[in-house]
């Protein structure tokens, strides 16, 4: 069941929301946190049994140790019991994520005839898990002493936030729990959750899946063994960099705007990234509890900065090439998070020896050299992040930056005279996107670079509700009229049915 489908919108969150209404007017808050709880289940068993019985077996194991390390916390075993849950977590995401891979590497590398195992990667399990080795780190660190299941269920499996984040850590949601008006019925946080949710929808179905067959086309060109020509080569770089943001931070939107209408504050993934200045930039800004979880419970863990310069750098290094390693089993996920991990290093080295790493003011030409160089670095990135394998992700680089000539489209050729002198050919571009979708893709960057995101127009803070912004944003007719027209026109488009890039994840 994803989001963008009518069973959701039509049938699953209408049931789901009335059942909130009536147990949360009434005032059963257990009775609200147990029939959220069973709607999560029910939202993930529609997928597989399969996958909802594992996510079973991994809270009832992760609560039973996060509770042991409670207890025995002040004592050498609460130790041991936390390496035997995060070791635990990892085999578990280990078996499902990278045995095949781990196996198929194997035997390329020694000639031998290894059996690979086909596993089914169960769905959400890269989220789960992060989310429960937080919590045990956090119960051996005495961040919470009070664990109760329901809460631990609910924090594990609410499901707006289940297949795809934002990762959330125990204690905001403990809190948001005990507070007295959270599952309190109030058509206010409901409105300003629509609405966010709303525009979560327009994110994915009218802009993320609409330059989806532009980047599709083009890498699947590349895959096939075409030689792209250069202009071909960035439509399908930046039509994937425009889809995978949109798809994404329209997911992030969707979840936050579910949570709201629950009562449940989420927190925010997405803050404009691609108007970063500096790749460090770039991770306060892109999945940001990602970044949160890899900075406080990775990076920090092997020693973040405190043992000089050298091991600080090995330590960005690592933590992102695991970083890139959770996102899939594959050798380009390896390389796009090993790439990342030295642009964090280039980035943290030029701030050390300059003072300055494009984040504070420098004047608007440089600031904005800054931005394009960042989001240069960052579209290399997501060619890996998108190609099938290796050979593909180097083709299309290749044909980016010339490796295959300056060839412009054969339409153009009209132009020859004036630019043969400077070594421009002219050649058919099959793939190359049409005039529409290319202005189309400019308007998108345009709105990235330049235009407010949801938050900022929403006023949306996951520490609190800006009442005074709802109460404007309510009192004036046009927004949610406005609103309505987008949700009618997502409505309309939502026959071709899309998965979120991330659920692969």
Known sequence: MLFNSY??????????????LVLGGLGKRLGVLIWLILASFWFLGSWRVADLLILIGSILSNYAIGRAIVFYREQPLGKVLLGIGVAGNLALIGYFKYSAFIMSNLAEATGMALSIPKVALPLAISFYTFQQIAFLVDARKGLFVKTGFVDYCFFVGFFPQLIAGPLVNFRSVHDQIESAGTFRPDVEKMAFGLAIFVVGLAKKVLIADTVAPTADTIFGAAAAGDVLTMFEAWGGAIAYTLQLYFDFSGYSDMAIGLGMMFGIRLPINFNSPYKATSIVDFWRRWHMTLSAF?????????????????????????????????HGAAWTFVVWGALHGIYLIICHAWRHLTGSDGTASTGWALTWFYRCLTLLAVVVGWVYFRAADLNVAHSILGSMFGANGVDLPARLSSLGSSLRWLGVGFRPSPHLPSVEVMAWMAVLTGAVLFAPNTQQIFRYLPDRLARRRLRGLAAHPAVPLALGVVFVVALSQMSAIQVFLYFNF
Request: aromatic share 18%; glycine share 14%; charged share 15%.
């Open 7 to 20: 069973e959701f919108i039509l049938s699953f969150l209408p049931v789901v929301l009335a059942g909130f």
């Open 294 to 326: 890899l900075r406080n419970y990775l990076y920090i863990g092997l020693g973040g900065n405190r043992k000089g310069p050298v091991r600080r750098y090995v330590n960005l290094f690592i933590t992102m090439l695991l970083g890139g390693l959770w």
